[in-house]
C-alpha cells in the first residue's frame, strides 16, 4: 500500500494531468452539448470502463517490469516523458478543439452504442496510456510492498478523479451551453494553459528519479 505522502503527491499530479481536456473530455463534452448530459454521463462510464482495462493491463504488465529492471523502466520512463512532451505541443497547438466541439457536437445513440464509444475512446487514449505507463511508477514506493498492488491502488484514485472532474465537464457542459457558445475563446485559454502544462509535467518527469 502506498504511503500517504505518496497518495497525496499523485493525487496533486493526477488532478494536473486529468483536468486537461483530452480526447476523453473533448468526446464527453461533444455528447453533452449535442444530446444532453444524460449521455455525456453514459459516455463518461463507457470511458472509465476503457481506462480501467488500460490500468490492468499496464498494472501487471509493468509492475513485473518494475521488479525486473530498472534499466528498463528508466527508457519507458523517458520515452513516455518524450510522449508526454510531444502530446503537450500538440495539445497547445489544437487549442481550438475544444471550442470546435462545442460549436459541432455529436449525434444522439442508443446507450449500447454510447457505452462502447466511450469505451473505445477510454481504452485507446494516448494520454491516460502514458500516464499510467511512465507517471504513475515514479510514485511507486519499494518498500511499501509488490509494485502491481501499488499501481493498482494508484490508479484507483486516478480513476476516481477522472470520474470526478469529467462529471463536472459534462454537467457544465450541459447546462452552461450557451455561456460557453459566446466565447470559445475561453475553451481556447484552458486548452492552451493545458498543453503547456502536460509539456512542463513531461520535461519534469524526464530529469527526475523514481520515488522512493
Known amino acids: 500500500m502506498p504511503s500517504a505522502h505518496h497518495l497525496v503527491a499523485f493525487a496533486v499530479t493526477a488532478l494536473v494531468i486529468i483536468v486537461v481536456p483530452g480526447p476523453s473530455v473533448l468526446f464527453i463534452v461533444g455528447r453533452a452539448l449535442a444530446v444532453g448530459r444524460r449521455e455525456a454521463l453514459l459516455t463518461m462510464v463507457g470511458n472509465t470502463l476503457g481506462a480501467t482495462v488500460m490500468l490492468l493491463a499496464v498494472a501487471f504488465g509493468l509492475g513485473a517490469l518494475i521488479a525486473a529492471s530498472a534499466v528498463a523502466l528508466t527508457v519507458v520512463k523517458l520515452a513516455g516523458a518524450a510522449y508526454l512532451v510531444y502530446l503537450g505541443v500538440h495539445a497547445f497547438r489544437t487549442r481550438k478543439s475544444l471550442a470546435e466541439a462545442l460549436a459541432t457536437g455529436v449525434k444522439p445513440g442508443s446507450t449500447r452504442r454510447v457505452l462502447r464509444q466511450g469505451f473505445l475512446v477510454g481504452v485507446t487514449n494516448a494520454k491516460t ?28 484514485v486516478f480513476l476516481l478523479i ?37 509539456i512542463g509535467l513531461g520535461a519534469s518527469i524526464a530529469v527526475s528519479g523514481s520515488k522512493e
Request: overall charge positive; hydrophobic content about 55%; proline content about 5%.
Open 129 to 156: 496510456a502514458v500516464f499510467f505507463a511512465v507517471v504513475l511508477p515514479q510514485f511507486v514506493d519499494a518498500k511499501a510492498g509488490p509494485a502491481t498492488a501499488q499501481i493498482l491502488v494508484l490508479g484507483l
Open 162 to 198: 477522472a470520474l470526478c472532474t469529467d462529471s463536472l465537464w459534462a454537467l457544465v457542459a450541459g447546462t452552461a451551453r450557451e455561456w460557453f457558445a459566446r466565447s470559445p475563446r475561453r475553451l481556447e485559454l484552458v486548452g492552451g494553459t493545458g498543453g503547456l502544462m502536460i
